[in-house]
């Protein structure tokens, strides 16, 4: 499966957990996405959910994927 990422704009209150202008991973789940959160691995190493609202959506070109992939 291919990775997708977004940019973080709001670290929601949680500078430990996320970085403002950084690209994280997004893990697909639907049922999450139906209520407005998007599943994220953060910089712990784990996957929570956090509000859409603060991640911008990307669509980033081919070698950049390939380079954030290779993190």
Excluded at 66 to 71: D, G, Q, S, T, V
Aim: charged share 35%; proline share 4%; hydrophobic share 35%.
């Amino acid at each position: 499966m291919k990775k997708h990422f977004a940019l973080c704009i709001d670290d929601g209150g949680y500078p430990e957990a996320l970085e403002k202008r950084k690209f994280y991973e997004v893990l697909d789940d639907s049922k999450s996405s139906k209520e407005g959160l998007v599943r994220i691995i953060d910089e712990s190493g784990e996957d929570y959910l956090y509000s859409e609202e603060m991640f911008l959506d990307t669509s980033l070109p081919q070698p950049l994927e390939e380079a954030l992939e290779a993190i």
